[in-house]
């Protein structure tokens, strides 16, 4: 086993996410300690104003070390990492056109943690055909192991949500032999979660977020916007199918002409209606949806997903794991399997003709 340290700073550019994870690349040894760098606004800032940079842009190098000196100054707090997964922050998402675009060099962090790194996680499997994303399913498929194993799970399939910026939706089956084989995992991105109504809330009120979903429980859904919303023919795609943070543009426009309160209970609305669409590509009605991510501390959000969706709706904490800490224990564990040259993705998670180990590996005192 190999005790790895994962970071993932998600497409909410809230912050920097770190977490202690014990794995040998399968099976799930233990959770260790985690923390959280929020972005201050200064560099808040310059990360919005790089959305959709890529990496020929001149701004992208000072960006770049922006993003390596604030997972740098994290690793400090975890000096037991034998290895970091470091996923950068996504700046460009367009797997059919220009690739996958993650600021943050691994070679310079490795340099600056003095522990080897693996990353650029997504380019490998976009290079074969592959979406580039989510590649959090095989690890989701590795907690559901681990909490049947502890008895918090029955042995059947499970459907994970994580609600970051944008939504993605795993289906597993824990009694599968591994994440890669026919009929493990199903998985693809639902629509936009959190991204536009932390893009609302700084707009119209300052704020980085909805807290609790007040607002949006404060407000009406204007249901003829959302059910324009749900038209888009991307909801009739069947998986695997990833999105890019800001794709869902027309959605902040249509809502522009709205209340606060009732633009904020509309987004909550869409994206409640994109996962319940979402349902039906996968393979099978899952017995509950276990939510991460940030998603689930918006109050608005779980009610309407708890009214959207067939079957019970619970965070994951419900089953002992960290909804918080997911995607960061989740690139810890990529990170393991890269390093043992196991895959990290496949036809049903990224949609890639064939699984693969994508990745880089830095190593301190290399120069690549
Ligand atoms: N207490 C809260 N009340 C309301 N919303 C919250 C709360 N806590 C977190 N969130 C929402 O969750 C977001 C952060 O979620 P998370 O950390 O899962 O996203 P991410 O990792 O940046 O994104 P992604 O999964 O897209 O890569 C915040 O930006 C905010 O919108
Ligand atoms: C390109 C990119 O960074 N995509 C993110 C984003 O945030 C959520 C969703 O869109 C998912 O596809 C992915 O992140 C998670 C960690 C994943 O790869 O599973």
């Known amino acids: 086993m190999i005790r790895a340290l994962g970071m993932m700073s998600g497409t909410s550019l809230d912050g920097v996410d770190a977490a202690m ?14 923390a959280f760098r929020a972005f201050g606004d200064n560099e808040s800032a310059v990360l919005h104003a790089g959305l959709g940079l890529w990496p020929d842009a001149p701004e992208v190098a000072e960006l770049a070390q922006l993003v390596q000196a604030a997972h740098s100054d994290l690793a400090r707090q975890f000096p037991d990492a034998q290895l970091i997964g470091f996923h950068g922050q996504t700046l460009a998402h367009d797997p059919r056109g220009r690739g996958t675009h993650q600021a943050g060099d691994g070679a310079a962090l490795a340099r600056m943690t003095d522990r080897p790194v693996v990353w650029d996680f997504r380019s490998e499997d976009v290079r074969q055909g592959g979406e580039g994303a989510p590649l959090v399913p095989f690890f989701h ?129 869409a994206l409640a209606g994109s996962v319940a669409a979402g349902m039906a590509w996968l393979p099978a009605m899952p017995a509950q949806v276990l939510i991460c991510g940030g998603g689930r501390h918006n109050a608005a959000i779980m009610d309407a997903l708890a009214a959207a969706l067939p079957v019970p709706v619970r965070p994951v904490e419900a089953i002992g794991l960290n909804g918080d800490m997911l995607e960061a224990q989740a690139f810890g564990w990529l990170a393991v399997r890269v390093l043992r040259g196991l895959p990290i993705s496949g036809p049903m998670t990224t949609g890639v003709p064939a699984p693969v180990c994508g990745g880089r590996i830095s190593h301190p005192r290399s120069r690549d």
């Open 21 to 34: 994870i014990e794995t040998d690349g399968v099976r799930i040894g233990g959770f260790g300690d985690s």
């Open 141 to 269: 498929w590795a907690c559901a192991n681990w909490a049947v194993g502890q008895g918090r799970l029955p042995a059947a399939p499970v459907a994970f949500l994580n609600l970051g910026g944008v939504g993605n939706i795993s289906w597993v089956d824990p009694t599968a032999p591994a994440p890669e084989t026919a009929g493990a995992c199903v998985a693809f991105d639902t629509g936009p979660a959190n991204a536009p109504l932390n893009d609302l809330m700084r707009r119209r009120r300052r704020q980085s977020r909805d807290e609790g979903g007040a607002l949006a429980a404060s407000g009406t859904a204007d249901q003829d916007i959302v059910a324009a919303f749900l038209d888009d023919p991307w909801f009739r795609r069947p998986a695997p199918k990833s999105l890019d943070r800001d794709q869902f543009a027309g959605l902040t426009r249509a809502v522009a002409p709205l209340s606060d309160s009732d633009a904020a209970a509309t987004m909550v609305s």
